[in-house]
């Protein structure tokens, strides 16, 4: 029994790059193709070094070169080469290859893989750290179909050998996964940062498929990177899917809602109609170029410390069917979204929120842990000439309807107010629905975990609809039951 000391606590020993790599390398079935472009062949590197690699490297190339490239993998329509596309491209070719070039009749044990990542590292300048895309088609049994799982990452490190390295340790990581951990994505998917720093890379969208993952809801895995902290936020399509954020944001105006939207109701709804009609009247500002974003913070989606997924996909289908895209985000600060946004667009941003949202914007205790407190964090919500569109908020006692012409902040904050409010900043939703004032996505719940009838009509058609066929926030019923 090995020794233990008085005082030790249980740890998970995680295996040596050089230890992944050679139990690889030793299993006689295990066989395939590395492909590698943009950052030199830094994972099949890692193979080579640890021994034994004949049996299992087939092939390891690098087309670094855009014509060669386009010679091996086809020209891309956008003539792009760090793209998602392209990866999958690779990874058909490669796979084809190795399945026309090796025997089945005289390997029919043989589990095939085809490794590959396309990637730009920082450039010389430092101003653009790089990002790649990368991925891995294999089998876990000759006779079944191939198995993928693919990644964007996001470089963090400020040198591009750092990046290269980081890179080469990630691909041993997702090898070695893919093989010894397929049957618990979530595990997989923390031990991609083995030996690897989560400031080092982020990978900001996930996508498993293949007859292992069937059962696999990529919308979940996602949730997983940002409850893990790989990265700030994910999001989704209107059809379900993942999505890369770069892809939705690049270049557009964008129009943001925060909210719980548990369930969607027609104050949110609402909400969103009249602050686009607002948002569209902005100079610069076009239909076409806009990007609404439904974005639900972590915060949002604990219950009892713990994240709710089923309740995380009750909302996130309800959001996508009525078309809308959602982010899940990790910022609990509003000027933290704008900082996001930033990453990929330059154009015009609002962001459309209730009185009570404004009013904790005005509130200093969240901004204790900047240096420059609430108007370092003002200066950077307000600094992309953002607007802030406002649906009023009525009082159930007095029936009062608040809007940011009445409303109250900190008698410290009160000045500060008055200057975004006089400068513009901060937008009146006037033409609202006054008949839906008093709907709270709250007290809807309650009344679907109670089993109450009348909630029907403060959802939108299709909400109801859907929640209804779906059985959607059923949970909620067992919670409540637990309860009493």
Sequence with gaps: MPITIMGDREFENVPSIKSKALRINLNENIYGTFSEIGAGQETVRNFFRAGGASGTIAKAMSAYDKDFSDAIYGIEDDRRYVTEERLKKMLTHETNLIEQRISREKHPNKLFFTYANTVATIDFAKKYKGHGWVGIRYQVHPEEEYNEIILHVRFHENDARLQQNTLGILGVNLIYGAYYKYDNPKKLLRYLYDHIDKDQIEIDTINFSGPRFEKVDNRLMSLQLVKNGMTEAVMFAPDGNNVLPAKILYKKNILALRGSFRPV????????????????????????????????????????????????????????????????????????????????????????????????????????????????????????????????????????????????VHPRMKELYKFFKYNGKVVDIKNYDPEILDIYSREVLQMIAEGKGGWESMLPEKTTAMIKEHNLFSHQKQKEAQKA
């Design 265 to 408: 109701t027609k104050v949110n709804m609402d909400m969103y109609k009249r602050s686009m009609e607002l948002f569209l009247k902005e100079n610069r500002v076009d239909e076409e170029n806009t990007e609404v974003i439904f974005e639900i913070t972590l915060s949002n989606l604990r219950a009892e410390g713990e994240i709710d997924e089923r309740d995380f996909m009750d909302r996130a289908e309800l959001l996508c069917s009525l078309g809308q895209t959602v982010m899940i985000s990790n910022f609990q600060e509003y000027y933290r979204v704008v900082e996001y946004f930033s990453r990929y667009t330059k154009e015009r941003m609002g962001l459309a929120m209730g009185v009570n949202n404004l009013v904790d914007i005005f509130d200093e205790k969240y901004y204790r842990h900047l240096s420059g407190g609430i108007l370092e964090a003002f200066g950077k919500l307000f600094f992309k000439d953002l607007k802030v569109y406002l649906y009023p908020l009525k009082d159930k006692d007095t029936n009062e309807i608040t809007t940011s012409e009445n409303l109250k």
